[in-house]
Structure formats: structure tokens, C-alpha cells
């Protein structure tokens, strides 16, 4: 049957072939097998007999990877040409012919072979020309046109021409034939330069070094090479130590002291004044240097003290040492021979002298003694403090500070007691009384300060009122102020009492209240108005026992009118209660006072004769108003069952048998819980045995109020689910013995056994869980199980094909470590490209690896270390530009760049410029470059702003920016006009630069 199939299959194949015609030409006679099967005309690429190279049109590179529809747009192959124009666009415009192979591979578009190409030019690259990137020179808009350029050096250099500086080409007006100084060597050099003459002859001790460039022109630094001697003598300067020149501030004109000569002799030293000036007895020794600077220049010191320490030391009177006066002699001695005459003005910073001080002799004070002579009053007039007699200070405990009274005028006076205030203060009348109005005799101690002590005269003799009569108070200031005359005075009756209404009328009138005597006066009404409360009648107060406090009722109004009572402040009449409102003695039985107000008070006789109910024998509430309303004859009154206890169901039937419930009548204690009632139906229940079972006896918890207990529900789910081989479980299974109470719905506790005896895998070696639920559902033969490893540990990559016990070795599944290196230790620590260990990798493999087979492909984030921008991103992919021999530790700028930092023009290092290179450079290149020029000296701010035209007009050192000179603007006679008479001025940069470091005046 089979053999039949393939004939039919062939004869088909061969008749379509007969009489079909391919779709990809007339004149296509290749075997369609090569390329299809008979399942269909689907080309499978991986399948395919067919070789492409038959076709004259090798598939190398790339051409191997693309997609045959991406060359031949039709099923006429025949069409396709082998031209790579025809499907490459000319990103050229034709600059280039259109044989991309000539400099193209199939493999990528990278040119690597271009010096070669170009030697099929008429310029042939050499030197420099041979590194840089094509662009630099066939500049165009896409970057990849070529269009021909000029062949002379200017055509391309002319930029070049115009923007060098070291020297100005243009300035010194050089050709502009490349050639004519320099080769093709990178950077210019090496150059020659044969017209030096022109700008700077070279004669005397130059004329040594003539052919040694390097000398002046630092690093080959020919941009504005200086004149003036400090321009490349300024470490000859800076390294003069005796003297120390820049210490000193110096010229650094070298020709002020030196000439030209080798060796910088002879010297001289004219300006010893503008450091020292020679006075008195140090003009003396002018001739005699050694005197002073011992043969070193080197940090002589010219305060007073270097010299004359031992004179100052030896100086006993006064001891200059023992007294702390200033070693600087200056102070108070001039230069003097003798160190006369001298002053001490400096007295005041110890103790001023005024008044009575200024007349007397230092050993008045100093009694031949300069040293810790106290500055205290009292140290010196102690004797006056105690010998004062008017006040005796010392009995009053007076300050002995006598400046707190006292100035230092001579005999004491004038004298002041500021602090009369802290004892009594003096105003008013007080103020102008002298001293002995109230201090007696002169006695100053003891002086009381109570008013009645001074004024008691005044207060027994005062009539309006009468004082002493009323017994006011004797403390004058309750009423009075210091004033004068004591007015004005106050008395602010309402203070005590207001005065309103009836006593607003007898106000002027004190004793109808006061009955003479003022104190103790009683302010509650009773104690004025009790015989008017006696004698009302309507209603007669004391009869209704009404309180005694008129204000509860009345205002103080003249005849006690406006009244209020308002009842219902004390109990609402409403209902029956209202038609007895007007007959007060029927609730209050001649007694007002404490009549009560529950129901129980007044209805305990209605209560107790209620038959229908009976509510005595009920035992109902003795608060009617839980069931009644005031209105007359009890109705309409309420009793809602629900309330107490809700009548549904088979006790909706009995609603009207109150005593099925309420035994021989006994509303008072029925309880509502079922079991009180259904006791017996619950332990008679056989269905299952509630009470065998231990149920609950709340009836409720089960079965609603219908008759026959019927319909019942016990939701087991509400205690345990029952779910897969739990539904087909007999009760007795889980509840042993037909107990219900207890039962565990823990798996363990029925399961531990089948836990103890899985052994595929072993449960407890592993140390699984003992809740079955982690891993089984409740299926019977607890299938299909479930471990989902990637709870614990996701499963992927070549963790997927692992064996088990690979991980959990001797099949423990506990305590198995999930990190990385727990596992992998040895291939970290064997790993070699890199070496992890050495460049100190982290451990945690996912931070570059995948779980893919043999650790690949991985990932190293430079970023997060370096981030590769600009110039470091062109070579991301050749690690071992930076990190050579592997060595992965370098972060700084400065470790790969320090050749670029010492190479750099200017002279980084000897300027001091930082090592960081991004502080002034980005990382596309090293230019354009930033210089914060502003935060050393302003230039593009402040006075010098606008006032300079390039770098060289301060920097005059181009080699070395550290050097500079401010004098191509300030002039020495007009900076030596400005700074007349200015101490330590000199006319030199650095001495400019320490006093105006921000340029300004």
C-alpha cells in the first residue's frame, strides 16, 4: 500500500512538472527538490540542497544571515544582480566609484585598509595624515562623501595657521607653507626657527645657553616667551634662601640688585628700610648686619622681643615678665639708647584712672609692688567702708563695691542709692519727702514698709468715710496711690458686692447694710431678707420649705417683681400631671424641698392594684414610664416583646401563652438563652448525640425558631472544609468515638503517619513542612502534588537540568543555601577572564550572570563603576586600553592620564593644575577646555573685565601658568604714584597679587 502512495506521488510530481510553469523564469532549470519537498513549496534555508555559490555569487558575511526576499524582490531570480548598487545605496554619491568591495567587506562596513586606498592618490598618507579620521579633511553634511580637497598644506591648514599661538603665526606674519618649518610628524614637531635674533637677542651669560631652546622656552613653548628676568628666573628667585627673596617679597627684578654676570655677583641691598626702618640706637649698627641676622637672612624676625628677650626678662621694676606687660618694646619705649624715656599707656587696659585716681602716686597704689595689685574698691577702702557712720554700710549690708554709690570724685560726694527701689520704691508723695521723714534719726535699718506704719495717724483720723469705724482695711494702698493728698482714691463696692436693682437704691446708704461695721458684712441674701421670706404667703416660702437663696427666683429688683419658677426645670408637667399643675400640695405635701420624682413615689398604690396585667406578681419595672405616657386613665400604654425578646417562629404560636414561658405568671428573670427552655430536646437529640458530641447548646447556633427543629444546618465548612477524599471520610475517622469537641483540623494530626512514611522524598530527612496543605491538596493518594520550587528558588537556565541532590547533597533539602557562591565558589575563584578574585568581583554571580549554561551571555555594567562617555566610550570594547595586564583598580583621571597631564600645554604640573581632569575637560576631548578663571583671579568680572585680550597679556610664561606679571598694564611710575607712603610696597607681581587678590583698588 505504502509503494503504491509513492507512485502515485511520483507520477503527480512528474505530470505538474511536465505541464506547470516555474515562477521563476523560463529559462530556470534547477531541480525544484534542491529548494522543496512534497509536503509543500515552503523554503526551509536550513534544509536546502541548493548552493547559492553555483550561482557565480558567493553568500559570504553577512549575506549568509539575510532573508533571500531582501535581494530578489521576485520569484525570477534571474533578475538579481550581482552589482552591490543595485541593492546598497550609494551613501558616497558616486566620490568613490561603486565597487564597495574596494573598500567594504561582506562581514561589516568598517574600512580598515584606508592608508592603502589612499596610496592609489595623489596624496598619499604619511605621518599624522595616517591617523586621523577622514572627516577631518572630506568634510561634508553626511560625513561620508569624499569629494577631492586641495593638495597644499593651507587647504586644510589654514585654520591651523590662524589659530597658533606658540608663537602667533599670524602676528609674526609666517608662511603659510607648512613644509617650510615642520614634517608630518604629529604635533608639529619636531620645528625649526632660524630668525630668533629678530626678537630677542642673546648676549652675556645667555649667550651660554643660545643653543639650548629649551632653556627659555619651556617644553618647546615659544607663545610669548618673556623678557623680563623674573620670566625664567623665577625658580633662581623662589629658591634664594639667604635671603629668602619671595619671603621677603623682593623685586623680582633681578637686575634691582644683580646684573648679568654669572653666579649673581656682585649684589646689593638698598631697600633694608621698606623691611626695617634703622632708627636710634639701631641706626648704630646699620654697617654691622651680623648684629641682627647672625649671618642668615633667612626669616629674621623684627619684632622687639627677638632681640631684647633677655632685657625684658631681667627688668624688675616693675617685674616686665612677673606683670604680663607686652614683650614688644615698642609700647612703651622708642629706639632710643638707654630705653628712655618711657611710657606706661596702657595703664587703662588694667585699671582706669579718673577722679581722685589720677592725682595720687603709683605707690599710693602699687606700694612698691606692680604685681596682682588688686582692682577692687575695697581692697584699698575697706577702712573708709567700715568707719561710715551716716548710713553705716556696714550695718545695712551695703554693697562694698563703691562704685555702686560712689564715682571717683574726691571726698565721696556726689553719692547716689540707686537701689532705694530694691528695698521700697519712691513714688508720688514719696518721692519728694526727704530722708529723714521716715528714717528717723538717721536710722537707715530696719525701716518698715507697711503703709499704717508712717500713716496710722492719718487712718484713725479719716471721716469720709470713717475708717477706723468701718474697719477698713489699714493697708492704704487697697484704696489710694502714692498721689498727694491720697486722691484720687478708689473703692470699687462691686468688687465685693455688685450693686444692682433694690441695692442700687440704698447705695449711699452703708450702714442699712453695714449696720457700722464694714468687715464681716454676709453677702447671701437670707442674711438681709430673711424676714421677708418668712412672712410670703404666696406661696408661703417657709411652709414649701423653698430655698432661702432669693437669687434662685427673684432679681434684685425693687418689690421681688419679676419672679420666675420654672417647674420644669425640676420636672416637666405634662399629661395628668398638667391638670394638677396649680395644686402644688398634691405632689408636694406642704414640702417643696426633696419631693421626689420617679413614678414609684407618688404610683406605687396604681402599681400595685394592676391586674392586667398583674405587674406586682409580673414583676414588671415600677418605672411607668417604660410603659406608659402621662396621659390620664394609663392609655394609651406599650409593651413590645421584641424588645425583650424577639417572637418568631414556633414561638410566634405561643404569643398568646405567655405562661409557656412565664411560669405561674413571672414575667421578672424569664431567661432568653435556648437551653433554659430546650434542655431536654437537646439531650434527648440522638441525630447525632449533641451532647456525646458536645455541641454547642445554643440552639441557635444550628436551627432557626421553625417547629420540629426543622430545617437544620450544620455547615462544616464554618469548622473544616470538606474537600477531595475529606468528602467521602466517614464522621468517626476524624471525630474518634463520636466526640466532636476538639477535633484538630491541623493535617499533621491525622496525617503524621503518612508523613513518617513518604520516603519519595523522605519527608523528615528533608525537613518539610508537616502542613500536607504546602505542597497536596486533598485529592485522594495525595495526587497531584505540588512543590513549587520557585517559592524557594526559581528554577532556570541551567538550574533547570540539575539533578537534585547536585544542590541537596545526601538528599537534605533543609538549610540549602540560595546564594550564589555557596554553590560556584570554584568557578569564581578558578575564573581567569577576568581573574574575579583579583579585581575583587562580587561574589553574587546574578549581579553579571545569567543561569544560562556556561555563564553566558554576561553582563558588566561599566556605568555603575565608570560610566563610559565620550572618548572612553570609542574604546568600551577594548578593556585592556585601561586596564592593563588586567589591572581592573584604577578609578582616577590621573591613572591612565598622567602622561597627558605631564605633557600638557601649559605646563600643568608646575602651573598646579588639578589632576581631575573633569574639573576643566569633558570626555569627548581635550578641548574645548574650562577654566574657572574668576575663582582665582576675576577677569570676567570686576576691574579686569574687558581689559585683556588673550592669555599671554598676564601669563607671561606659557609653559607655566603660575607665572605671571601685571606690569604689560600697570606701569611702575604710575603704580609707585598710587602706592606713596603705602608701608611694605614694592613693584613686583606676586607683591600686587598678596595685596589684591580680587584685583580691586
Known amino acids: 500500500m505504502c509503494r503504491l502512495s509513492f507512485i502515485i506521488l511520483l507520477f503527480l510530481t512528474q505530470t505538474l512538472t511536465a505541464f506547470a510553469q516555474s515562477p521563476h523564469g523560463k529559462n530556470f532549470t534547477m531541480d525544484c527538490a534542491k529548494c522543496h519537498n512534497a509536503s509543500g513549496w515552503t523554503f526551509n534555508a536550513k534544509k536546502t540542497k541548493f548552493n547559492h555559490d553555483t550561482t557565480g555569487?558567493?553568500?559570504?558575511?553577512?549575506?549568509?544571515?539575510?532573508?533571500?526576499?531582501?535581494?530578489?524582490?521576485?520569484?525570477?531570480?534571474?533578475?538579481?544582480?550581482?552589482?552591490?548598487?543595485?541593492?546598497?545605496?550609494?551613501?558616497?554619491?558616486?566620490?568613490?566609484?561603486?565597487?564597495?568591495?574596494?573598500?567594504?567587506?561582506?562581514?561589516?562596513?568598517?574600512?580598515?585598509?584606508?592608508?592603502?586606498?589612499?596610496?592609489?592618490?595623489?596624496?598619499?598618507?604619511?605621518?599624522?595624515?595616517?591617523?586621523?579620521?577622514?572627516?577631518?579633511?572630506?568634510?561634508?553634511?553626511?560625513?561620508?562623501?569624499?569629494?577631492?580637497?586641495?593638495?597644499?598644506?593651507?587647504?586644510?591648514?589654514?585654520?591651523?595657521?590662524?589659530?597658533?599661538?606658540?608663537?602667533?603665526?599670524?602676528?609674526?606674519?609666517?608662511?603659510?607653507?607648512?613644509?617650510?618649518?615642520?614634517?608630518?610628524?604629529?604635533?608639529?614637531?619636531?620645528?625649526?626657527?632660524?630668525?630668533?635674533?629678530?626678537?630677542?637677542p642673546l648676549t652675556g651669560a645667555h649667550a651660554t645657553i643660545a643653543k639650548d631652546c629649551e632653556k627659555c622656552h619651556i617644553n618647546g613653548n615659544f607663545n610669548n616667551t618673556p623678557t623680563e628676568c623674573v620670566g625664567c628666573h623665577k625658580?633662581?628667585?623662589?629658591?634664594?634662601?639667604?635671603?629668602?627673596?619671595?619671603?621677603?617679597?623682593?623685586?623680582?627684578?633681578?637686575?634691582?640688585?644683580?646684573?648679568?654676570?654669572?653666579?649673581?655677583?656682585?649684589?646689593?641691598?638698598?631697600?633694608?628700610?621698606?623691611?626695617?626702618?634703622?632708627?636710634?640706637?639701631?641706626?648704630?649698627?646699620?654697617?654691622?648686619?651680623?648684629?641682627?641676622?647672625?649671618?642668615?637672612?633667612?626669616?629674621?624676625?623684627?619684632?622687639?622681643?627677638?632681640?631684647?628677650?633677655?632685657?625684658?626678662?631681667?627688668?624688675?621694676?616693675?617685674?616686665?615678665?612677673?606683670?604680663?606687660?607686652?614683650?614688644?618694646?615698642?609700647?612703651?619705649?622708642?629706639?632710643?639708647?638707654?630705653?628712655?624715656?618711657?611710657?606706661?599707656?596702657?595703664?587703662?587696659?588694667?585699671?582706669?584712672?579718673?577722679?581722685?585716681?589720677?592725682?595720687?602716686?603709683?605707690?599710693?597704689?602699687?606700694?612698691?609692688?606692680?604685681?596682682?595689685?588688686?582692682?577692687?574698691?575695697?581692697?584699698?577702702?575697706?577702712?573708709?567702708?567700715?568707719?561710715?557712720?551716716?548710713?553705716?554700710?556696714?550695718?545695712?549690708?551695703?554693697?562694698?563695691?563703691?562704685?555702686?554709690?560712689?564715682?571717683?570724685?574726691?571726698?565721696?560726694?556726689?553719692?547716689?542709692?540707686?537701689?532705694?527701689?530694691?528695698?521700697?520704691?519712691?513714688?508720688?508723695?514719696?518721692?519728694?519727702?526727704?530722708?529723714?521723714?521716715?528714717?528717723?534719726?538717721?536710722?537707715?535699718?530696719?525701716?518698715?514698709?507697711?503703709?499704717?506704719?508712717?500713716?496710722?495717724?492719718?487712718?484713725?483720723?479719716?471721716?469720709?468715710?470713717?475708717?477706723?469705724?468701718?474697719?477698713?482695711?489699714?493697708?492704704?494702698?487697697?484704696?489710694?496711690?502714692?498721689?498727694?493728698?491720697?486722691?484720687?482714691?478708689?473703692?470699687?463696692?462691686?468688687?465685693?458686692?455688685?450693686?444692682?436693682?433694690?441695692?442700687?437704691?440704698?447705695?449711699?446708704?452703708?450702714?442699712?447694710?453695714?449696720?457700722?461695721?464694714?468687715?464681716?458684712?454676709?453677702?447671701?441674701?437670707?442674711?438681709?431678707?430673711?424676714?421677708?421670706?418668712?412672712?410670703?404667703?404666696?406661696?408661703?416660702?417657709?411652709?414649701?420649705?423653698?430655698?432661702?437663696?432669693?437669687?434662685?427666683?427673684?432679681?434684685?429688683?425693687?418689690?421681688?417683681?419679676?419672679?420666675?419658677?420654672?417647674h420644669n426645670n425640676?420636672?416637666?408637667?405634662?399629661?395628668?400631671?398638667?391638670?394638677?399643675?396649680?395644686?402644688?400640695?398634691?405632689?408636694?405635701?406642704?414640702?417643696?424641698?426633696?419631693?421626689?420624682?420617679?413614678?414609684?413615689?407618688?404610683?406605687?398604690?396604681?402599681?400595685?392594684?394592676?391586674?392586667?396585667?398583674?405587674?406586682?406578681?409580673?414583676?414588671?419595672?415600677?418605672?411607668?414610664?417604660?410603659?406608659?405616657?402621662?396621659?390620664?386613665?394609663?392609655?394609651?400604654?406599650?409593651?413590645?416583646?421584641?424588645?425583650?425578646?424577639?417572637?418568631?417562629?414556633?414561638?410566634?404560636?405561643?404569643?398568646?401563652?405567655?405562661?409557656?414561658?412565664?411560669?405561674?405568671?413571672?414575667?421578672?428573670?424569664?431567661?432568653?438563652?435556648?437551653?433554659s427552655c430546650h434542655s431536654n430536646a437537646y439531650n434527648g437529640a440522638a441525630n447525632p448525640n449533641h451532647a456525646v458530641s458536645g455541641f454547642s447548646r445554643d440552639c441557635a447556633s444550628c436551627h432557626t425558631t421553625n417547629p420540629g427543629w426543622r430545617p437544620a444546618n450544620f455547615n462544616h465548612n464554618n469548622f473544616f472544609p470538606l474537600t477531595g477524599a475529606h468528602t467521602s471520610t466517614t464522621c468517626t475517622a476524624c471525630h474518634i468515638g463520636g466526640r466532636f469537641k476538639g477535633t484538630p483540623t491541623d493535617c499533621n494530626s491525622c496525617h503524621s503517619n503518612a508523613y513518617n512514611g513518604a520516603a519519595n522524598p523522605n519527608h523528615t530527612v528533608s525537613g518539610f513542612s508537616r502542613d500536607c496543605a504546602s505542597c497536596h491538596t486533598t485529592n485522594p493518594g495525595w495526587r497531584p502534588a505540588n512543590f513549587n520550587h520557585n517559592n524557594f528558588f526559581p528554577l532556570t537556565g541551567a538550574h533547570t537540568s540539575t539533578t537534585c541532590t547536585a544542590c541537596h547533597v545526601g538528599g537534605r533539602f533543609k538549610g540549602t543555601p540560595t546564594d550564589c557562591n555557596s554553590c560556584h565558589s570554584n568557578a569564581y575563584n578558578g575564573a581567569a577572564n577576568p581573574n574575579h578574585t583579583n579585581i575583587n568581583l562580587s561574589r553574587d554571580c546574578a549581579s553579571c550572570h545569567t543561569t544560562n549554561p556556561s555563564w553566558r551571555p554576561s553582563t558588566f555594567n561599566h556605568n555603575n563603576h565608570f560610566p563610559l562617555v565620550g572618548a572612553h566610550a570609542r574604546i568600551a570594547s577594548n578593556c585592556t586600553q585601561c586596564h592593563a595586564g588586567g589591572n581592573f583598580s584604577r578609578s582616577s583621571c590621573v591613572d591612565c592620564h598622567s602622561g597627558d597631564y605631564n605633557r600638557a600645554s601649559p605646563n600643568h604640573a608646575a602651573s598646579g593644575f588639578p589632576t581631575n581632569c573633569t574639573q576643566c575637560h569633558s570626555q569627548n576631548a581635550w578641548k574645548p577646555a574650562n577654566w574657572n578663571h574668576d575663582a582665582m583671579f576675576p577677569i570676567y568680572s570686576g576691574k579686569h573685565r574687558g581689559k585683556w585680550n588673550s592669555c599671554t597679556d598676564c601669563h607671561t610664561n606659557s609653559a607655566n601658568y603660575a607665572v605671571f606679571s601685571c606690569f604689560k598694564c600697570h606701569s611702575k611710575t604710575e603704580t609707585d604714584k598710587e602706592h606713596k607712603g603705602k608701608s611694605g610696597y614694592i613693584y613686583e607681581s606676586n607683591a600686587c597679587y598678596s595685596c589684591h587678590p580680587r584685583g580691586d583698588s
Open 570 to 675: 425640676f420636672f416637666p408637667l405634662t399629661g395628668g400631671h398638667a391638670v394638677i399643675a396649680s395644686n402644688c400640695a398634691s405632689c408636694h405635701k406642704g414640702d417643696v424641698k426633696s419631693t421626689p420624682k420617679d413614678c414609684a413615689s407618688c404610683h406605687t398604690n396604681a402599681f400595685n392594684a394592676a391586674t392586667n396585667p398583674n405587674h406586682a406578681a409580673a414583676g414588671f419595672s415600677k418605672d411607668c414610664a417604660s410603659c406608659h405616657t402621662t396621659n390620664p386613665g394609663w392609655r394609651p400604654s406599650t409593651f413590645n416583646h421584641n424588645n425583650y425578646y424577639p417572637l418568631t417562629g414556633a414561638h410566634a404560636n405561643i404569643a398568646n401563652n405567655c405562661t409557656a414561658c412565664h411560669a405561674g405568671g413571672r414575667f421578672k428573670g424569664t431567661p432568653t438563652d435556648c437551653n
Open 57 to 200: 555569487f558567493a553568500l559570504s558575511g553577512q549575506h549568509r544571515n539575510i532573508n533571500c526576499k531582501t535581494c530578489h524582490t521576485t520569484l525570477n531570480f534571474k533578475k538579481g544582480s550581482p552589482n552591490c548598487a543595485s541593492c546598497h545605496t550609494d551613501l558616497h554619491n558616486n566620490t568613490v566609484g561603486k565597487d564597495c568591495a574596494r573598500c567594504h567587506s561582506t562581514q561589516n562596513w568598517i574600512v580598515s585598509n584606508i592608508t592603502k586606498l589612499h596610496e592609489e592618490t595623489s596624496f598619499p598618507l604619511t605621518g599624522v595624515h595616517a591617523t586621523i579620521d577622514c572627516k577631518k579633511c572630506h568634510q561634508s553634511e553626511t560625513n561620508v562623501r569624499f569629494n577631492p580637497i586641495g593638495l597644499e598644506c593651507k587647504d586644510c591648514h589654514t585654520k591651523d595657521f590662524k589659530a597658533a599661538v606658540n608663537p602667533n603665526h599670524q602676528k609674526l606674519n609666517l608662511s603659510t607653507d607648512c613644509a617650510s618649518c615642520h614634517t608630518a610628524t604629529p604635533n608639529w614637531k619636531p620645528a625649526k626657527f632660524l630668525e630668533h635674533d629678530k626678537f630677542y
Open 235 to 566: 625658580t633662581d628667585f623662589n629658591q634664594t634662601a639667604n635671603p629668602n627673596h619671595p619671603k621677603l617679597n623682593l623685586s623680582t627684578d633681578c637686575a634691582s640688585c644683580h646684573t648679568t654676570k654669572p653666579s649673581w655677583n656682585p649684589a646689593s641691598f638698598p631697600v633694608h628700610d621698606n623691611f626695617y626702618p634703622l632708627t636710634g640706637a639701631h641706626k648704630s649698627i646699620a654697617n654691622n648686619c651680623v648684629e641682627c641676622h647672625k649671618g642668615n637672612y633667612k626669616n629674621t624676625s623684627n619684632d622687639c622681643n627677638s632681640c631684647h628677650n633677655t632685657a625684658f626678662n631681667k627688668t624688675t621694676n616693675p617685674n616686665h615678665k612677673a606683670i604680663g606687660i607686652s614683650p614688644d618694646c615698642a609700647s612703651c619705649h622708642s629706639t632710643n639708647p638707654g630705653w628712655s624715656p618711657a611710657r606706661f599707656d596702657s595703664h587703662n587696659n588694667f585699671y582706669p584712672l579718673t577722679g581722685g585716681h589720677t592725682t595720687i602716686r603709683c605707690n599710693d597704689c602699687h606700694k612698691g609692688s606692680y604685681k596682682n595689685t588688686p582692682t577692687d574698691c575695697n581692697a584699698c577702702h575697706n577702712t573708709n567702708y567700715q568707719k561710715t557712720v551716716n548710713p553705716s554700710h556696714q550695718a545695712f549690708g551695703f554693697s562694698t563695691e563703691c562704685s555702686s554709690c560712689h564715682t571717683t570724685n574726691p571726698s565721696w560726694r556726689p553719692a547716689r542709692f540707686d537701689a532705694h527701689n530694691n528695698f521700697f520704691p519712691l513714688t508720688g508723695a514719696h518721692a519728694s519727702v526727704s530722708c529723714q521723714e521716715c528714717h528717723k534719726g538717721g536710722n537707715y535699718k530696719n525701716t518698715p514698709k507697711d503703709c499704717n506704719s508712717c500713716h496710722n495717724a492719718a487712718y484713725k483720723t479719716a471721716k469720709s468715710p470713717e475708717h477706723a469705724a468701718m474697719g477698713l482695711s489699714t493697708d492704704c494702698a487697697s484704696c489710694h496711690t502714692t498721689n498727694p493728698g491720697w486722691k484720687p482714691s478708689t473703692f470699687n463696692h462691686n468688687v465685693f458686692y455688685p450693686l444692682t436693682g433694690g441695692h442700687a437704691v440704698v447705695a449711699s446708704n452703708c450702714a442699712s447694710c453695714h449696720k457700722g461695721d464694714v468687715k464681716n458684712t454676709p453677702k447671701d441674701c437670707n442674711a438681709c431678707h430673711n424676714d421677708n421670706f418668712k412672712r410670703s404667703v404666696n406661696p408661703n416660702h417657709n411652709t414649701l420649705n423653698l430655698s432661702t437663696d432669693c437669687a434662685s427666683c427673684h432679681t434684685t429688683n425693687p418689690s421681688w417683681r419679676p419672679t420666675s419658677f420654672n
